[in-house]
């Protein structure tokens, strides 16, 4: 089982920045897939950003364009940078790994780092 640790959140105002970023316990090149996915209350958890082995990116629609989706597989850690912060963003925010051991595919997450965006 892969551990991930996310870390990054707090509070910021509108249109602020924040890093956001998952450590894993293992080689992420191992990974599939990597991504980050955000619950905010009462609601589900929505896909933002997912980046490849390959290193193919992909956005929801909400954050295109002013959130950027990154890996050092160096550090085993993935980023994403969170600019022009709005309201809506406000939620936790989950790293997720996909691998394959055997004929299975898992899924792991992190435990959540909160981002607060207050006005």
């Known amino acids: 089982q892969v551990q991930l640790v996310e870390s990054g959140g707090g509070l910021v105002q509108p249109g602020g920045s924040l890093r956001l970023s998952c450590a894993a316990s293992?080689?992420?090149?191992?990974?599939?897939?990597m991504g980050w996915y955000r619950q905010a209350p009462g609601k589900q958890r929505d896909l933002v950003a997912t980046?490849?082995?390959?290193?193919?990116?992909n956005y929801a629609d909400s954050v295109t364009g002013r959130f950027t989706i990154s890996r050092d597989s160096a550090k085993n850690t993935m980023y994403l940078h969170m600019n022009t912060l709005k309201p809506e963003d406000t939620a936790v925010y989950y790293c997720n790994a996909r691998y394959i051991i055997g004929p299975i595919s898992n899924s792991d997450w992190g435990q959540g780092t909160q981002v607060t965006d207050s006005s």
């Open positions: 980046i490849s082995s390959g290193g193919s990116t």
């Open positions: 293992k080689s992420i090149d191992s990974f599939s897939l």
